[in-house]
C-alpha cells in the first residue's frame, strides 16, 4: 500500500511516499511488514503505550511520540495529525492515492465507468450482482492484500452493468473490477 505523506515544522514543509510491503520472515513463517520512505527501506517498529502516545522504534533508535488529531482537520480531507517529538511539533497528513483516484473518477465520468483494482490481491467478497443499483459509497468489492481487508466502495451513484471479477480469485493491479453505469 502507498501513502502520500506532507511533513511540515515551523516553515519547513517536505512530501515523502510510505510504502508499507509485507515479506517472510515472521514468526511461525508469518510476514511482516517492511516499510520503505521514498523507496529507502527502513527497519521500524511501533506500540501505543497509552492513548495517543506511542514508543517507536526506527534502526534501533527508540522514541516517544505523542499522536493527536490536528486541530483544522475536515472530514472529506487527507487525514491530518499533530505529532509531538520532545519539544517538536509536526503536522503530518497522510493521503491515499486510491481516494484521489477515484475522486477523479467520480468527477471524469457521468457514463459508464470501468472500476479498477487499486493494488494486487485476492477477491475475498463480491457485494454486488450485476444489475444491481449501488449508491455513492456503497461497498462493491473486498480485496485482501499483505493480509488487510480493503473494501472499495462505489464512487458514485450507478448500475452495475458488468462485473468482472469473483471471490478467490487473484487479481493485479489496475486489473477491471466491474463497470458502472
Not at 468482472?164 to 493491479?173: F, L, Y
Request: zero cysteines; proline letters at 7%.
Amino acid at each position: 500500500m502507498n501513502f502520500e505523506i506532507e511533513l511540515r515544522e515551523d516553515s519547513r514543509t517536505s512530501q515523502h511516499k510510505l510504502t508499507v510491503e509485507s515479506r517472510p520472515g515472521g514468526p511461525a513463517g508469518q510476514e511482516m511488514p517492511q516499510y520503505l520512505i521514498d523507496g529507502k527501506a527502513i527497519e521500524a517498529d511501533w506500540a501505543e503505550i497509552r492513548p495517543g502516545h506511542y514508543s517507536i522504534l526506527i534502526g534501533g533508535q527508540s522514541y516517544e511520540v505523542r499522536v493527536q488529531p490536528a486541530p483544522d482537520s475536515r472530514p472529506g480531507q487527507a487525514e491530518a495529525w499533530v505529532v509531538t517529538l520532545a519539544e517538536y511539533d509536526f503536522h503530518v497528513e497522510v493521503r491515499d492515492p486510491r481516494t484521489r483516484r477515484f475522486a477523479g473518477q467520480a468527477l471524469a465520468h457521468d457514463g459508464p465507468l470501468e472500476v479498477l483494482a487499486p493494488m494486487p490481491g485476492k477477491i475475498v467478497r463480491v457485494l454486488v450482482g450485476r444489475g444491481e443499483e449501488v449508491a455513492q459509497d456503497q461497498g462493491l468489492v473486498v480485496i485482501e492484500a499483505m493480509k488487510m481487508q480493503n473494501e472499495l466502495r462505489a464512487p458514485r451513484p450507478g448500475r452495475i452493468a458488468e462485473l468482472h471479477v469473483k471471490e478467490g480469485v487473484g487479481i493485479e493491479a489496475g486489473a477491471k473490477l466491474l463497470r458502472l453505469e
